[in-house]
């Protein structure tokens, strides 16, 4: 059983070093284990370079009826040992900035005081991430973004983006009066590692739809930063209305395009649907679900 569950890690996250940081151990205990699995099969199931470790054919067969089973047998295990208490067990989530600090902090904070037993661990990324083959729990996106094999639970409303740019910035350039002058701007980009590209800029008005590609001086794959860069007048930015709320009343930011709406659909938590739900991930699917 260690050596299937050493295989396992190591195929998953193609490294010794990530594998064995993961399962609590040496970087070269996890290699003779895994070796001598091999050893007792007769087969390679890891092939191994100075820079890369990936699977074999034979391991990648392997791999395919391994992990399923294994996390099924994790969600069995943990369901038992929950019978002698409160819920408990490690909970990983890939979620993106935006979503963890406005939904995910606020109920865990409620929550984890009464279940000292919970861990939450949260992964900001906005990649499309693959939550099967990188052993996360759930994942929060989009509703569009979400697969449709996925059981989606709806965590949050939908919300308007915005454009802001500080003061000192409109003072200097004169205000965008539609969503195709943003292009004569300096604009601060969201990257999207998925894609690669920048976020686009989405508008409506009056049912006409408009998609802008920006550009600028300045590009992140956070929205905090983007957010202290148009503070400091460095460009406009395109951010969700809750984060910015407080700076535009306080006339640190200044909306512009305000006639022209850009309406981003709320946040969905998703799990695969083969998924056989512990009691702890059910407490904390009940606590993030989304009740207008």
Same mark, same amino acid.
């Not at 470790?53 to 992990?67: F, H, I, M, Q």
């Not at 040992?81 to 900035?97: M, Q, Y």
């Not at 509703?143 to 308007?160: H, L, S, W």
């Not at 292009?183 to 990257?191: D, M, P, S, V, Y």
């Given at each position: 059983?260690?050596?299937?569950?050493?295989?396992?890690? =190591?195929?998953?996250?193609?490294?010794?070093? $990530?594998?064995?940081?993961?399962?609590?151990?040496?970087?070269?205990?996890?290699?003779?284990?895994?070796?001598?699995?091999?050893?007792?099969?007769?087969?390679?199931? *890891?092939?191994?370079?100075?820079?890369?470790?990936?699977?074999?054919? !034979?391991?990648?067969?392997?791999?395919?009826?391994?992990? @399923?089973?294994?996390?099924?047998?994790?969600?069995? *295990?943990?369901?038992?040992?929950?019978?002698?208490? $409160?819920?408990?067990?490690? /909970?990983?989530?890939?979620?993106? +900035? &935006?979503?963890?600090?406005?939904?995910?902090?606020?109920?865990?904070?409620?929550?984890?005081?009464?279940?000292?037993?919970?861990?939450? +661990?949260? /992964?900001?990324?906005?990649?499309?991430?693959?939550?099967?083959?990188?052993?996360?729990?759930?994942?929060?996106?989009?509703?569009?973004?979400?697969?449709?094999?996925?059981?989606?639970?709806? /965590?949050?409303?939908?919300?308007?983006? =915005?454009?802001?740019?500080?003061?000192?910035?409109?003072?200097?350039?004169?205000?965008?009066?539609?969503?195709?002058?943003?292009?004569? &701007? !300096?604009? /601060?980009?969201?990257?999207?590692?998925?894609?690669?590209?920048?976020? @686009?800029? &989405?508008?409506? $008005?009056?049912?006409?739809?408009?998609? =802008?590609?920006?550009?600028?001086?300045? !590009?992140?794959?956070?929205?905090?930063?983007?957010?202290?860069? !148009?503070?400091?007048?460095?460009?406009?930015?395109?951010? @969700?209305?809750?984060?910015?709320?407080? &700076?535009?009343?306080?006339?640190?930011?200044?909306? =512009?395009?305000?006639?022209?709406?850009?309406?981003?659909?709320?946040?969905?938590?998703?799990?695969?649907?083969?998924?056989?739900?512990?009691?702890?991930?059910?407490?904390?699917?009940?606590?993030?679900?989304?009740?207008?």
């Amino acid at each position: 059983m260690a050596g299937l569950t050493a295989f396992v890690a =190591v195929a998953e996250d193609r490294s010794f070093t $990530k594998a064995a940081a993961r399962l609590g151990m040496s970087q070269s205990a996890l290699s003779q284990i895994v070796r001598r699995l091999e050893a007792s099969l007769g087969l390679p199931l *890891l092939a191994r370079t100075t820079r890369s470790v990936a699977p074999t054919e !034979a391991g990648e067969r392997l791999l395919a009826t391994l992990a @399923p089973a294994l996390q099924s047998l994790d969600d069995s *295990l943990t369901s038992l040992s929950e019978l002698r208490g $409160k819920p408990a067990g490690v /909970i990983r989530i890939t979620s993106v +900035e &935006h979503a963890s600090m406005t939904i995910l902090a606020p109920a865990l904070a409620t929550l984890l005081p009464d279940y000292p037993g919970l861990k939450v +661990e949260i /992964i900001n990324d906005y990649r499309l991430t693959d939550i099967v083959a990188e052993r996360f729990d759930a994942g929060i996106r989009l509703g569009e973004q979400v697969d449709r094999d996925m059981i989606a639970v709806r /965590i949050g409303p939908d919300f308007d983006m =915005v454009v802001v740019g500080s003061p000192s910035y409109l003072e200097r350039r004169a205000r965008p009066r539609t969503p195709h002058q943003l292009t004569e &701007h !300096a604009c /601060i980009n969201l990257r999207l590692p998925t894609s690669g590209g920048f976020q @686009p800029w &989405h508008f409506a $008005k009056d049912g006409r739809e408009l998609m =802008v590609r920006t550009d600028g001086p300045l !590009a992140f794959n956070t929205i905090t930063l983007s957010l202290d860069m !148009a503070l400091a007048g460095l460009g406009l930015a395109f951010l @969700p209305a809750d984060i910015v709320q407080a &700076h535009i009343a306080r006339a640190r930011l200044v909306r =512009v395009l305000a006639d022209w709406r850009a309406l981003s659909s709320g946040y969905h938590l998703y799990y695969p649907s083969r998924r056989q739900p512990a009691r702890a991930f059910t407490l904390l699917v009940d606590a993030l679900r989304y009740r207008s």
